[in-house]
């Protein structure tokens, strides 16, 4: 059995990370004179070439986001998107294949979805791509490089979680197909300080490092070959060898004050109107025999001779065929000056040390000459006083935390609160009204901050998530996208060890608070209140843990009817969406309320698998923390009465399993006005001996 479930386990995870489309798919998509390749080897993307430029090459690539980036899902499925990337890193279009998003297959539908995705249509991968929140502002001001996409309300952490797996599974691709650099451990890259300025000369900017100089003699570009067949082919190097072979200068000419210097302001002015912002511009230039670009050299393409390279990976320039005026005084006379300039994609960081290398070729023969290469490298690294680094950009399950920070705020005082009336309950739990008064304030924040505002409603999605997630050994950092569901189980994680399942359920519940709310409403219009027979109730009682195990076990290994079976639960139409769904879920949620109107919170006590989940948490409970007296059960049984829950046995024992800390019992204990024992005892001129439980929660 243990072998059976392990192999299902493991097809379902391979299933889950494994695309679904074919070449024959894609070309129902991409039509004339658009034509589909074969999928690649290296990366699962399939080429898109023209018809009309059959040699240009691959014009975009298309890919399934689950074959490059199989991002758990706010449920634990990964969905899985197509994603259209032009070879310049624009997309060209995000389409969703499938998902399995609770709030975007039958809470909101899938219409909000397929709108959010369109948005990344003509967004390009160097922008800094974002996802606004309707709960806080993340728009930021990084000029025209950031993008902020329009969100989903009631889908904050699901559509983070899409933007996540499109922008990592399409830089994926980047990576290897567009030549982006692999800059996820480096962070940003430095640029040049506009405020850093000094007018040097040019042997000054040689001295402090802002210029960086290779210069090799005849002698010394002879020893480069020495031991192969280039070796003594250069007849004027042999007869000059002290001359000067090639003088090789590079600079970094976005810094203001080596850029001024080299080209002139004028000049200098005009770079920045042909320099994006992320690109990288440097001068290089060559005295000597051997220039840095032949007679054969194109403008506008890479240079031949020249090499750039940093932390040992080639970095690709072109010429920017930009006209410079006369060298600066004090240089030397130059055979060749030109300024190259690095896309930002490269990855290229001018603020860190690079290479430059310049090849010299050699021909030996005259008849099929036998050509022979040597390459001679130097390194340049500009002053760290001409640059600044931007902050690194916050990942964004963190952006998602920052733009809750007023919420979390509120919950988390809210919890506070909550803390100090449990652990203290006496003076708020002795008088009867002020009991009700706070009782019902607080739930009314449950529902309609904490539920309906802050969509803070804890699900059995949640762990059948979890469960699914796990499966796949892909972790639980979905859950980080969802700070005010996380804030809240990692305060009913830590209440199960003090109070049990209670806390939860009675107070943080916001369908908890609503069938309260219902059941009270039903009592003040004296509505019949009715108890179901203690067979049928049993039963019930003991479904739910089936139920939960079922839902559990689909998650894993049937995870479609497991999205069908979590229905059972009404939290999505209530809470999540309000009521703003098709008629079949509404109606099942209302009848669930009605129910409850006449059978005390019936949803709660008696078919919620999430509340099944919760009293299993609640066995961890340390202590009994809820006082008794001798008297209790034995002969008193106002307590048992008045317990809306049934949580009181007759011999005046809690059962915590179905306690939902609704702090009744605890305030007659302590009310010499309600509390029995302590009537009867005052009358005989005794007092009552209190039989506290033990724990520092005592009440």
């Known amino acids: 059995m243990k072998r059976l479930l392990a192999l299902l386990l493991c097809l379902w995870a391979a299933a889950a990370a ?14 004339p004179p658009l034509h589909v390749g074969n999928k690649l080897s290296d990366v699962p993307v399939w080429p898109i070439t023209s018809e009309l430029e059959p040699e240009a090459g691959p014009i975009a690539w298309v890919f399934e986001s689950i074959d490059l980036a199989p991002i758990p ?23 969703v294949l499938r998902q399995h998003e609770p709030v975007f297959l039958s809470g909101l539908g899938p219409a909000p979805l397929h709108e959010f995705v369109r948005q990344y249509a003509g967004k390009n991968l160097r922008q800094e791509i974002n996802v606004a929140s309707t709960y806080g502002d993340t728009r930021g001001g990084s000029g025209g490089k950031r993008v902020v996409l329009d969100g989903v309300a009631k889908a904050t952490a699901s559509v983070r979680i899409v933007n996540q797996t499109v922008l990592a599974a399409a830089l994926e691709v980047a990576r290897v197909k567009l030549g982006y650099a692999d800059t996820r451990k480096k962070g940003p ?3 040049a300080r506009a405020d850093q300025y000094e007018a040097l000369t040019f042997q000054q900017l040689l001295e402090r490092g802002m210029i960086a100089r290779l210069s090799l003699s005849n002698r010394q570009a002879e020893a480069l070959f020495a031991g192969s067949d280039g070796a003594g082919v250069d007849a004027d190097a042999l007869a000059h060898p002290d001359d000067t072979f090639v003088d090789l200068y590079i600079a970094y000419v976005n810094a203001p004050t080596i850029g001024r210097a080299l080209l002139g302001d004028a000049a200098y002015q005009r770079l920045q109107g042909k320099v994006d912002d992320g690109q990288q511009a440097y001068w290089i230039a060559s005295a000597g025999r051997y220039p840095i670009v032949d007679e054969n050299f194109v403008p506008g393409t890479q240079p031949p001779r020249l090499t750039l390279r940093q932390n040992g990976l080639p970095v690709e320039m072109r010429d920017l065929v930009f006209e410079l005026a006369a060298p600066p005084p004090g240089a030397p006379r130059f055979n060749a000056a030109r300024v190259f300039r690095v896309d930002g994609h490269a990855g290229l960081d001018p603020g860190r040390a690079l290479e430059l290398a310049i090849t010299v070729t050699r021909a030996k023969g005259q008849i099929l000459a036998t050509l022979t290469h040597a390459e001679a490298k130097f390194d340049y690294a500009p002053p760290s006083a001409l640059f600044e680094y931007p902050p690194t950009p916050l990942p964004e399950w963190l952006i998602a935390w920052k733009g809750r920070v007023p919420d979390l705020i509120v919950i988390g005082l809210a919890l506070a609160l909550l803390t100090a009336a449990l652990a203290r309950p006496r003076w708020i739990s002795v008088d009867a009204r002020r009991l009700a008064l706070f009782r019902q304030a607080y739930l009314a924040y449950t529902l309609i901050f904490l539920g309906w ?3 803070g409603q804890l699900s059995i999605v949640h762990l059948t998530g979890a469960a699914k997630a796990l499966a796949a050994h892909q972790g639980l950092g979905s859950f980080l996208y969802d700070p005010v569901c996380l804030l809240v189980i990692a305060y009913t994680l830590v209440s199960f060890f003090v109070w049990g399942r209670g806390t939860f359920c009675g107070w943080l519940c916001p369908f908890g608070a609503l069938q309260e709310f219902i059941g009270l409403i039903a009592r003040r219009l004296k509505v019949p209140q009715l108890q179901l027979p203690a067979r049928l109730a049993w039963a019930l009682d003991r479904g739910r843990y089936v139920l939960l195990a079922a839902l559990m076990i689909a998650a894993v290994t049937a995870p479609h009817t497991a999205e069908r079976l979590v229905e059972v639960e009404p939290f999505k139409t209530a809470i999540t969406t309000g009521f703003d769904r098709t008629w079949p879920y509404v109606a099942y949620c ?13 949803f709660c006590r008696y078919l919620c698998p999430l509340g099944a989940a919760i009293t ?20 008193c049984q106002t307590c048992r009465t008045r317990c809306h829950y049934g949580a009181i046995e007759r011999s005046g024992a809690i059962r915590y399993d179905d306690c939902f800390q609704c702090l009744d019992c605890v305030g007659i204990y302590h009310d010499d006005q309600r509390c029995a024992p302590i009537l009867l005892y005052r009358r ?8 506290a439980a033990p724990g520092p929660s005592a009440a």
């Not at 899902?73 to 389409?95: H, Q, S, W, Y």
């Not at 005989?684 to 039989?691: F, I, S």
């Open 684 to 691: 005989k001129g005794k007092v009552v001996v209190p039989h």
């Open 189 to 191: 890259v430095a640029r």
């Open 453 to 455: 505002y802050a969509q």
């Open 590 to 602: 209302a009848g669930l309320l009605a129910l409850g109107a006449l059978y005390y919170k019936f």
């Open 73 to 95: 899902g706010f449920e634990g499925t990964p969905m899985n998107l197509l994603i259209a990337l032009d070879r310049k890193g624009n997309f060209m279009d995000v389409v």
């Open 18 to 31: 494994a695309g679904e489309l074919s070449r024959a798919d894609l070309e129902q998509r991409f039509l």
């Open 616 to 635: 299993l948490g609640g066995k961890l409970r340390r202590w009994k923390w809820l006082a008794r007296r001798a008297e209790c059960g034995q002969p």
